[in-house]
């Protein structure tokens, strides 16, 4: 009998054939075990999401962008031995965010599973929505100083000033312990779930969101308030009069005033979006014949992985900012790499940059996520013999121009350190364009699995 080394397929699981076999000359059979032609080695698959690096090109970075300025050596090292491409995550009739880029990327076409970003992140958060039920994101938001009406106020930061998580609470709560308040939610029939951070959710029963337009508070910094709040027929009126009532209450409380105080923006008023109704995701298992986990501080992609049956890994310090604990989340990766055979490593501070007009920020968090986070994992991965492939990719365009989102196509580079392309070059804008172009994110994980080629 022809023996071979257990090896694995590109799902992870042993996988062999048996082949019944006529010996000539006797009149005898043998049965000989083969490996499946299409077999890999037991390969380590690491999947690394940063979080709105890709841009267009900026002016105070001489026409070149983020990308293309950042030190990413590890990365460019990568993309010069690996596969580099540009792909679509965000289909044009969906919103350009991560709500629908980090779907495609997990292997789940948008325009099929995605009914709105807030009943993902309520996943993370253990919240369970009935039939009936939508749940929104309530931002904690920073609207101008001024005596005038609130409508002609500017949304100054989505996240009131990168809002820290004992603030957030004592924000919250000084909202939700105003009688006013508590009533008015209670005949809205609405919810909010608190969290230490500027991301709340607001889950409304017997609710009907059809034909309201919210819009994300982020895609309109600077603007005034009035002509993005909650529209579109008569039952957008008591988010928009919820809106007002939490910017009166909120916008001299004590609690807001210490923050002015202490010169940072204040957290005086709220903003609803992100608006959806209860999904269900396919099994990752079912679909991909692997377990996995996903380290992140953003409850959007923790929730998708839960969804997914992924284990989710939060990480003390992980803040979703540029201070976030980058050793943390490091060894957090690597504890879950000898544990599962998938792992995905999401990294929020170049998009949270972006949002906050810091560009030195961005290439902070960008060569960060280079020197920090993947260059160690790939030396632990050398240093311990496993094979490994890596996906990395940002999910959607972050623009300087704007603050906002982008929908055109990103780069992305597929590494496996068991060869060498000879590709030459680096990661950015550029090179993904003149690479090969995949329409439909959604293929990203069966190329890095590799169960589809490039076509």
Known sequence: MDRQKNRRSAAGAPFFFLSITRLKNFPIYAIIIKSNPKEVPFTKYLLVIGDGMADDPVPQLGNKTPLQTAAIPTID???????????????????????????????????????????????????????????????????????MPMEEKRILSHSAGSIDGASALAAVEALS????????????????????????????????????????????????????????????????DLMRLAHEILDHHP?????????????????????????????????????????????????????????????????????????????????????????????????????????????????????????????RLEDAGMDHRVLVLSDHKTLTATRGHGSDPVPFLIYDSRGDSGRGGGYDEHAGEAGPFVKNGCRLLDMLFEREELS
């Not at 009533?183 to 951070?197: G, S």
């Not at 969101?209 to 002509?227: A, V």
Request: glycine share 10%.
């Open 255 to 379: 609690v807001t005033e210490k923050r002015r105080k202490a010169g940072k923006l204040p957290a005086n008023g709220i903003w609803f979006w992100a608006e959806g109704t209860a999904v269900e995701l396919p099994s990752f298992r079912e679909q991909y014949g692997m377990d996995g986990a996903v380290v992140s501080a953003v409850p959007l992609c923790h929730g998708i992985g839960v969804l997914r049956g992924l284990e989710m890994v939060e990480v003390e310090g992980a803040t979703g900012e540029l201070d976030t604990n980058f050793a943390g989340k490091l060894e957090a990766v690597w504890e879950k790499l000898n544990q599962y055979d998938f792992v995905c490593l999401h990294l929020e501070a170049p998009d949270e940059c972006t949002h906050n007009g810091d560009l030195p920020g961005k290439l902070q968090a960008i060569e960060w996520l280079d020197s920090k986070l993947i260059k160690p994992l790939l030396g």
């Open 177 to 240: 312990s105003e009688p006013r308040f508590a009533r008015a939610m209670e005949e809205a029939r609405m919810e909010l779930h608190r969290f230490p951070a500027f991301r709340q959710i607001a889950v409304q029963h017997e609710s009907d969101i059809r034909g309201i337009r919210f819009t994300p508070p982020h895609d309109h910094l600077g603007e005034p308030i009035g002509q993005h709040l909650p529209t579109g027929n008569a039952r957008a009126q008591v988010f928009a």
């Open 77 to 147: 090292r990568m993309a010069g031995m690996g596969l580099v491409g540009s792909v679509v995550n965000c289909p044009p009739s969906l919103p350009a965010g991560s709500e629908t880029a980090i779907l495609s990327i997990f292997g789940c076409d948008p325009r099929k599973y995605f009914t709105g970003r807030s009943p993902m992140e309520a996943a993370a958060a253990g919240i369970a929505m009935r039939p009936g039920d939508a749940a929104f994101r309530c931002n904690l938001v920073s609207f101008e100083d001024g005596d």
